[in-house]
């Protein structure tokens, strides 16, 4: 008897599950892209508000990872992050805000939430480099290691 074979579909089925709020369709394009290019499996599940994605979450398994954009035209990802962490469902899973900038507030108000701040590529080497540091988070680092240090 040989090895069981495993498809595709398989693998996908049991492979992490990426939550991202992104209202900009091209950065979810890259980061996809990245995330593939790296030989990530992740399944990512992509919403343009809060709203969507909170409502997704209610009806789904809780997702390995959030990934937030940090500034979103209803709310920011700071604000998001407030409502998940209230959320005694979703208040431990790694959540990741992204950003093309941050203001030293935005860094001091996502370190007091215990947030990983990363920054959007402005290359092809960004994005690939922001696609490995993911797939790093779901396959490999627990929890712990994605929190800043106090």
């Known amino acids: 008897m040989g090895m069981p074979?495993?498809?595709?579909?398989?693998?996908?089925?049991?492979?992490p599950n990426i939550v991202l709020v992104d209202d900009n369709?091209?950065?979810v394009l890259l980061l996809?892209?990245?995330?593939?290019?790296?030989?990530?499996l992740a399944n990512i599940h992509a919403f343009t508000n809060a709203g969507s994605a909170l409502a997704y979450?209610?009806?789904?398994p809780v997702p390995d990872l959030i990934i937030l954009d940090?500034?979103?035209?209803e709310e920011t990802g700071l604000e998001i992050a407030a409502k998940l962490q209230s959320d005694s469902r979703l208040e431990t899973v790694r959540t990741i805000l992204l950003s093309g900038l941050f203001s030293p507030s935005d860094l001091a108000?996502?370190?007091?939430?215990?947030?990983?701040c990363l920054q959007k590529g402005f290359c092809l080497e960004g994005w690939t480099e922001l696609a490995n540091h993911i797939d790093r988070c779901v396959t490999?680092?627990?929890p712990e290691a994605l929190r800043p240090a106090a």
């Open 57 to 60: 979450m209610r009806e789904h």
């Open 5 to 15: 074979r495993y498809s595709r579909k398989t693998a996908l089925l049991n492979s």
């Open 70 to 73: 940090l500034r979103l035209p």
């Open 109 to 116: 108000a996502a370190a007091q939430r215990g947030l990983t």
């Open 25 to 27: 369709p091209c950065d």
């Open 32 to 40: 996809r892209s990245a995330l593939t290019d790296v030989g990530s």
């Open 140 to 142: 490999s680092a627990p």
